[in-house]
């Protein structure tokens, strides 16, 4: 065979095809070359002399069954193996399924179906698993290929680029990585691929080289920068090429919620001054200080829609300093009415500024469970109503889309976040509070219980 064929492999790839255990799983980026690698290993496995048991391989579709046969075929010419591809049809309970396969001189086959779990009724040998997370059933598409390899002792092998926290796919690579299944886990993200030398080998297979092209790490930035520049926004970029799965199933805001509702180019003011006091705006301001941003929202009601006209976020500002900004905002009438975060550190601020503004004009707003419901849920109302209007900013974006709606053990409904440096979902409590603000119903928000101490 012609060692030539393997310098086109990334070391990564020739992790995958060597490895040995029963069960496997990738866990990858989009378009690294998985599939394509993962056909030469079909071919090297049934195209010596001797019989050899069966590959079968479940793709999404038929045209990504018609690639992996494809791709077999550019192998087994590479590697001087002699094979023949027919079409085959098969009626499994009342129902056709079509395969394509490929048999080569010793009567060794490979078999490339669909993602129907009776694909592999009465059916034995070595099965691989394409684009998993996709699947239409993957529990049972699992159960049906796991009798078809391991009861005979033949490896199963599945791999894909994640499709959210809850697909079956990201449920077995978490029970083999917590030590619940018997298995191994492969994880290349398009980091890891850069490292391994894949933008080299784009190179060479470009310009038909026979060698592999130095590393060159600026080559390989502008590489990753030029992908990364292109993508939507961070939670493509982690689902589709950093193997992390997509929180957008699980965020209260979705990007098409979110996109639904941004403005290119709006046009935001440094602040209300000279504002007239006809328009009517609405305030929400978040209190953080060292590790949590502070943020000004301002929204004007035009007709049901409410636009932004202030987004101010401040950074390890003090509070004498951000207490002089709200006296700024508070002091034009056009301002009806503005919430504020009074939780832990932002509670003496707001008690003082409410006492100055009066409670009609400016609220504290204590977040507890309960609260951040009511702050939350009327938010998505509004952003599924398409009646909010927000800067077409990627922080902006990130912001609102970190809050998940996660159920407790004991049923009980939480709004969480993750912490990180752009901050806590700090806008999206803002832009809540300024919109609860402008509840033209004017019903507080209710207060925290309290409680006498044992023995009054």
Not at 71 to 90: D, F, P
Request: charged share 25%; hydrophobic share 40%; aromatic share 10%.
């Amino acid at each position: 065979m012609n060692e030539a064929v393997f310098k086109l492999l990334c070391p990564f790839q020739l992790r995958w095809l060597r490895e040995n255990a029963p069960l496997a799983g990738g866990e990858k980026s989009r378009r690294i070359g998985w599939t394509w690698m993962h056909a030469l290993g079909a071919v090297l496995g049934r195209a010596g002399k001797r019989k050899t048991c069966n590959y079968y391989h479940s793709s999404t579709d038929q045209t990504a069954s018609v690639e992996f046969i494809d791709y077999c075929g550019e192998w087994a010419r590479m590697v001087n193996a002699v094979a023949v591809v027919a079409e085959e049809k098969e009626v499994i309970d009342e129902q056709e399924i079509t395969s394509l396969v490929m048999k080569f001189q010793n009567g060794s086959k490979i078999v490339a179906g669909s993602s129907n779990p009776k694909f592999f009724r009465s059916k034995g040998g070595e099965v691989g698993l394409d684009e998993y997370a996709f699947a239409r059933d993957g529990r049972e598409l699992y159960k049906a290929a796991h009798a078809t390899a391991m009861f005979w002792g033949y490896p199963l092998r599945f791999w894909s680029t994640h499709n959210g926290p809850t697909s079956y796919f990201n449920q077995l690579i978490t029970q083999i990585r917590n030590g619940q299944m018997k298995g191994v886990v492969h994880r290349v993200t398009i980091l890891d691929a850069v490292a391994d030398g894949i933008v080299e080998r784009i190179e060479m297979r470009r310009k038909r080289l026979d060698y592999i092209p130095d590393p060159d790490e600026s080559a390989r930035r502008a590489w990753l920068d030029e992908l990364r520049a292109t993508c939507p926004d961070q939670d493509t970029w982690d689902q589709e090429y950093m193997c992390v799965p997509s929180t957008d199933q699980g965020s209260l805001l979705n990007y098409e919620l979110i996109q639904g509702c941004e403005v290119a180019n709006l046009e935001l003011w440094d602040g209300v001054d000279g504002v007239a006091e006809s328009r009517a705006l609405y305030a929400g301001f978040d209190v953080g200080r060292k590790h949590d941003l502070s943020v000004l929202w301002i929204l004007e009601r035009v007709g049901d829609v409410f636009w932004t006209r202030v987004l101010k976020t401040l950074k390890n500002t003090t509070f004498s300093a951000q207490e002089g900004l709200i006296d700024q905002v508070m002091s034009n009438r056009a301002v009806r009415r503005m919430c504020i975060d009074s939780s832990g550190l932002g509670m003496d601020m707001a008690e003082r500024l409410k006492q100055r503004w009066g409670a009609h004009r400016l609220e504290p707003v204590n977040f507890t469970a309960p609260v951040k419901a009511d702050l939350a849920l009327p938010l998505l109302q509004l952003f599924q109503d398409r009646r909010a209007r927000v800067p077409a900013e990627a922080e902006v974006r990130e912001d609102l889309h970190k809050i998940r709606r996660v159920i407790t053990t004991s049923g009980n409904v939480r709004f969480e976040a993750e912490r990180s440096e752009s901050g806590h979902a700090d806008r999206f409590w803002s832009l809540a509070l300024a919109h609860h603000a402008a509840d033209m119903r004017n019903v507080p928000l209710p207060a925290p219980l309290l409680y006498k101490p044992g023995g009054w």
